[in-house]
């Protein structure tokens, strides 16, 4: 699938103000003619800006779970609007909790799958928990750990790589438009420029296949075929 099919779907990016690369991974295709659901799973950047009509906004979509992925000391600094809520479920579940050497982002995703592989797991079980979705899951961009979590998920419930790429990239398109409400000119909110190259994912995915695939690699951490089975009814749906 194209990434122009991806981008123009309407109801994909999702433009609230205080967020820039809010997306819905519905629409998918997915294996056996399924498709992933609409206002099901969202990614999202850091949530940590969003004014009241926002929150509003996303709660009555409905989202019932937050899963916070970035580190304490970025929790500490930035704390999500989410964190005290008594309306939405927040989690956090640090992705990564210490500074990556300096190398190359494709071995940053590769180390994620290889040290964070409870993480990710823990991940997928609270998206099975009772409320557990629809859910949104972040970090600070939505890019990185949000972008390796999500092609996983996606992966594991059987949507192809090229569209899980396709999905990846797009972070990039986010980030070229201005916060939705923010002047054009804005410093901090308006366009910016980021690299989002799809054959880092594809490196990922490519990576995570030495271990199997990603249903193998869940199941390596702990998740049973119950579990996985459980987790292609809840976010897929019959075409």
């Known amino acids: 699938m194209p990434s122009e099919a991806l981008r123009d779907a309407p109801e994909r990016h999702i433009r609230l103000p205080g967020t820039r690369n809010l997306r819905d991974v519905g629409g998918y295709p997915v294996a056996g003619g399924r498709r992933t659901r609409w206002r099901t799973l969202l990614r999202t950047d850091r949530l940590d800006r969003l004014p009241a009509t926002s929150q509003r906004r996303l709660t009555d979509l409905p989202i019932r779970q937050v899963i916070d992925l970035r580190w304490p000391h970025e929790l500490a600094a930035h704390p999500s609007v989410f964190a005290m809520s008594d309306r939405v479920r927040y989690r956090s579940i640090p992705l990564l909790d210490d500074n ?36 949104v899951v972040g970090c600070a961009a939505g890019k990185d750990r949000t972008g390796v979590t999500i092609a996983i998920v996606l992966s594991a419930v059987g949507v192809p790589s090229d569209v899980v790429e396709a999905d990846y990239a797009l972070s990039a398109h986010c980030f070229a438009l201005p916060v939705a409400g923010a002047a054009p000119d804005d410093p901090i909110d308006g366009a910016l420029v980021v690299d989002c190259d799809p054959s880092w994912i594809r490196d990922t995915l490519d990576h995570v296949g030495r271990y199997g695939g990603a249903r193998a690699y869940l199941r390596r951490n702990g998740l049973g075929d119950d579990a996985l089975d459980r987790l292609v009814e809840l976010v897929t749906e019959p075409v």
């Open 100 to 135: 990556p050497p300096e190398t190359t982002v494709a071995d940053v995703y590769r180390r994620m799958v290889d040290e964070r592989g409870a993480q990710i797991a823990a991940i997928v079980r609270a998206l099975l928990e009772p409320a557990g979705l629809p859910a």
